[in-house]
């Protein structure tokens, strides 16, 4: 289950994150793409701070969007397969119904996981207090039905224990 390891693969998900060595090099790189043009290189505490700044519009749980970003790249440094699909932010209603159309569906995961046995597990990121929509909970009955893993994780280290890493 587990994709081919590196050196940093004895911490704890919580040290690997604080590695100033992981923080520049790997957060950097999404940075960029986050910041729609804003190209400034940051570090994991001015990602927060950046993330609780910038909002003009209804956001979605900062927690839960700092701990999605530290999955996706814990995640990638260690080779797996992943993506997330972007179904949580405010979206007005002209933009809303286009992404409709084009098949987006309320409730969907945050994360999708392709294991190299071709297994996929699915992850929905929450806050310490965060609870599922009714439209989450709809959509994750429809893929533990076609027998898919589906996950609500709290943190980077729920992520770990649940590859067993």
């Given at each position: 289950?587990?994709?081919?390891?590196?050196?940093?693969?004895?911490m704890?998900?919580?040290?690997?994150?604080?590695?100033?060595?992981?923080?520049?090099?790997?957060?950097?790189?999404?940075?960029?793409?986050?910041?729609?043009?804003?190209?400034?290189?940051?570090?994991?505490?001015?990602?927060?701070?950046?993330?609780?700044?910038?909002?003009?519009?209804?956001p979605?749980?900062?927690?839960?969007?700092?701990?999605?970003?530290?999955?996706?790249?814990?995640?990638?440094?260690?080779?797996?397969?992943?993506?997330?699909?972007?179904?949580?932010?405010?979206?007005?209603?002209?933009?809303?119904?286009?992404?409709?159309r084009?098949?987006?569906?309320?409730?969907?995961?945050?994360?999708?996981?392709?294991?190299?046995?071709?297994?996929?597990?699915?992850?929905?990121?929450?806050?310490?207090?965060?609870?599922?929509?009714?439209?989450?909970?709809?959509?994750?009955?429809?893929?533990?039905?076609?027998?898919?893993?589906?996950?609500?994780?709290?943190s980077?280290?729920?992520?770990?224990?649940?590859?067993?890493?």
């Open positions: 289950m587990k994709p081919k390891s590196n050196s940093n693969s004895n704890n998900a919580t040290e690997y994150l604080r590695s100033s060595k992981i923080n520049h090099k790997i957060l950097c790189k999404s940075i960029k793409n986050m910041k729609n043009g804003n190209y400034k290189e940051t570090t994991l505490q001015n990602l927060k701070k950046e993330l609780m700044s910038k909002s003009n519009k209804k979605r749980n900062r927690d839960e969007q700092i701990t999605q970003v530290q999955i996706i790249h814990w995640l990638r440094w260690h080779k797996y397969f992943c993506f997330a699909i972007p179904n949580g932010e405010y979206r007005n209603k002209v933009t809303g119904a286009i992404l409709k084009q098949g987006v569906l309320a409730g969907c995961p945050d994360i999708e996981i392709i294991l190299n046995d071709g297994k996929v597990l699915w992850i929905e990121v929450k806050s310490k207090k965060g609870v599922q929509s009714d439209s989450q909970k709809m959509f994750q009955k429809e893929l533990e039905d076609r027998g898919h893993k589906y996950y609500i994780v709290r980077l280290d729920d992520v770990v224990n649940i590859l067993g890493v």
